[in-house]
């Protein structure tokens, strides 16, 4: 049922994607034949229809995977602009923040913009090829070997998966993923 709703989300999205080029298009055929045309109204309703359950369907199969490649849960708050979860460390080992930190530093992907001492980093990710990003922080909790990973997308993301609404959860696979992290136990969504 989770799924339904994440790919219902994506189908609206490619759905209004779709929709203008159609309408332009719906438009120019009317004005060159000068009157109502039902034949080529229907044939673009149709190829609207058939276009935006395609790109509704891809969006969703590449939100699946990534999330499956990560082990983040796909809920059906995937398309939301923040994401915010408590993640566990996968490889625990003495000195795991520090090394998290020099990861996460090293990525081509962020950009570290502060840290509020041992306890938190904040940063941009870039989660596509555009220059676009999302917020992150990142908490540390070295007792429990938990970290709590808080992404929001900008105003500049708006879309479908290719990556607009879907920006911070792709953020998010992508930095638990890169980091080690991963949901089970000693981890929990936090809303």
Do not use: N, Y
């Amino acid at each position: 049922m989770r799924s339904v709703k994440v790919w219902a989300g994506c189908w609206r999205d490619a759905a209004c994607a779709v929709a203008v080029p159609v309408v332009i298009r719906v438009g120019f055929e009317l004005w060159d034949r000068g009157g109502l045309a039902w034949s080529t109204a229907g044939e673009l309703a149709a190829t609207w229809a058939a276009a935006s359950v395609v790109l509704g369907a891809v969006a969703w199969l590449l939100l699946r995977h990534r999330a499956r490649r990560s082990g983040i849960t796909l809920t059906p708050d995937a398309l939301a602009a923040r994401q915010t979860r408590q993640l566990r460390v996968l490889r625990p080992s003495v000195g795991w923040s520090d090394r998290m930190r020099t990861e996460l530093k090293a990525s081509d992907r962020a950009s570290v913009t502060a840290e509020k001492g041992r306890e938190e980093i904040w940063f941009h990710w870039r989660p596509g090829r555009r220059k676009r990003t999302v917020w992150g922080s990142i908490a540390f909790d070295e007792r429990s070997g938990t970290v709590v990973l808080d992404l929001r997308a900008g105003a500049a993301h708006t879309g479908s998966s290719g990556l607009g609404r879907g920006a911070s959860f792709v953020a998010l696979c992508q930095v638990a993923g890169g980091l080690g992290l991963g949901e089970g136990e000693g981890a929990a969504w936090v809303s």
